[in-house]
């Protein structure tokens, strides 16, 4: 049996969303049935995600999203990852302006088989949940990396990247029903770390060569991943590697300051899914078993 996933992500800002689709691409329960990308140069984006997928062996549609969040001004302007992309095959022409009606009649054609996985702002997913209202309760599932969930950061007006990008995005999305609404935030991805020596001596599979690269631009301004989307990715196939409460999550928008902060009530009750703890070890011997796998049998 497989879970049909589609992937809306940023790849090429910070390095987790590629470690993601390394996963997504070598996990055998994942039926991997479109990419969008979103935030700045979204083409460049995209492209990456292809390097990716053709490495892979495996032709995934791919999509550019929405470049400009919904209200505030964008601050995710580019793609700096994409400056390896001259090293690895891909494709340079996508189309355009199709990448919420593509998760729209993908999600539409298979209702209640699709997982959609979002790990970057929440703009194409918000873009998509207005369009089509029925959307939401078609999906089997909504996975978001993004929020700040425990009290030491929601309490002390920390905001998470993803959410702060767009946090009306955050808004329209987090106030749609759908049957699994799971959040996995950044107070429970940051322990999940690897410094760049380690990244460097376990990336040598030939799955996640690719991935060392484009880090190695990472790398150049900060020398530790955090595994935030392949978290994220993890619990569609392994949902005990985190531990999760049910509750409520309301996004604020009426400040600027703090816009896109994630307030968290608990209660068994609530429509949404919360990622409160997670057992690292597990993590990465899943992570690591799946991709080498892969990487055995291509």
């Known amino acids: 049996?497989?879970?049909?996933?589609?992937?809306?992500?940023?790849?090429?800002?910070?390095?987790?969303?590629?470690?993601?689709?390394?996963?997504?691409?070598?996990?055998?329960?994942?039926?991997?049935?479109?990419?969008?990308?979103?935030?700045?140069?979204?083409?460049?984006?995209?492209?990456?995600?292809?390097?990716?997928?053709?490495?892979?062996?495996?032709?995934?549609?791919?999509f550019p999203g929405r470049e400009a969040p919904l209200l505030v001004r964008p601050q995710q302007p580019l793609a700096p990852q994409a400056a390896a992309l001259g090293r690895w095959r891909h494709a340079a022409d996508f189309p355009r302006g199709r990448a919420v009606t593509f998760l729209q009649q993908t999600i539409g054609a298979h209702p209640g088989e699709v997982i959609l996985l979002a790990t970057g702002p929440l703009t194409n997913v918000a873009a998509l949940f207005a369009i089509d209202e029925e959307i939401p309760s078609l999906l089997k599932g909504l996975v978001l990396m993004g929020g700040m969930f425990a009290s030491r950061h929601a309490d002390g007006g920390l905001l998470e990247w993803n959410a702060r990008l767009d946090p009306h995005a955050a808004a329209i999305v987090y106030q749609s029903a759908v049957r699994l609404h799971r959040s996995i935030g950044l107070d429970v991805t940051e322990s999940v770390t690897m410094p760049a020596g380690e990244v460097r001596q376990r990336f040598q599979t030939p799955r996640l060569l690719p991935v060392l690269d484009f880090a190695e631009v990472w790398f150049r301004e900060r020398a530790i991943i955090t595994f935030h989307d392949p978290l994220a990715a993890t619990t569609i196939f392994e949902p005990d590697i985190c531990g999760f409460e049910r509750g409520q999550v309301e996004i604020e928008v009426a400040s600027e300051r703090l816009a896109g902060l994630t307030r968290w009530q608990p209660g068994g009750a609530g429509p949404h899914e919360v990622a409160l703890r997670v057992d690292p070890e597990r993590f990465f011997k899943h992570y690591f078993s799946v991709v080498s796998q892969a990487a055995r049998v291509s």
């Open 1 to 62: 049996m497989t879970q049909k996933v589609l992937f809306d992500t940023d790849i090429g800002s910070d390095i987790d969303d590629a470690v993601a689709l390394a996963y997504l691409l070598a996990q055998p329960e994942c039926e991997l049935l479109g990419i969008t990308t979103v935030t700045g140069e979204a083409e460049r984006r995209a492209a990456l995600a292809s390097a990716l997928c053709l490495d892979a062996g495996q032709d995934i549609p791919i």
